[in-house]
Nanobody, 122 residues
Framework: QVQLVESGGGLVQAGGSLRLSCAAS????????MAWFRQAPGKEREFVAH????????DYADSVKGRFTISRDNAKNTVYLQMNSLKPEDTAVYYC???????????????WGQGTQVTVSS
């Protein structure tokens, strides 16, 4: 069992940056593959990024590649999403998730945070 709590969302102008954090509690954090997903109004929840247990391997959705960076600090039980060059289309509720397989599918993650709103104005 894992509890996940996101923070760091807010309102930012296009071209700006935000850093999201996801604090985990429960089982050993380093056991889990961590991921970020997002869901915009009227859209399905979509994959953003994931990171391996050690933090040595990362993957990103094409829509955010080159702009977003996922990282983790296992000593702090925290995963981060650094978002640069934000665009209005990045506006969504961002969720962190924990799972045991390397996947981009939301159905294969076992634990989810409550989400944090990111709004990017043009």
């Amino acid at each position: 069992q894992v509890q996940l709590v996101e923070s760091g969302g807010g309102l930012v102008q296009a071209g700006g940056s935000l850093r999201l954090s996801c604090a985990a509690s429960g089982r050993t954090f380093s056991y889990y593959i961590m991921a970020w997903f997002r869901q915009a109004p009227g859209k399905e929840r979509e994959f953003v990024a994931h990171i391996s247990r050690s933090g040595s391997s990362r993957d990103y959705a094409d829509s955010v590649k080159g702009r977003f960076t996922i990282s983790r600090d296992n000593a702090k039980n925290t995963v981060y999403l650094q978002m640069n060059s934000l665009k209005p289309e990045d506006t969504a509720v961002y969720y962190c998730a924990a799972g045991t397989t390397t996947t981009m599918s939301r159905n294969q993650y076992n634990y989810w945070g409550q989400g944090t709103q990111v709004t990017v104005s043009s």
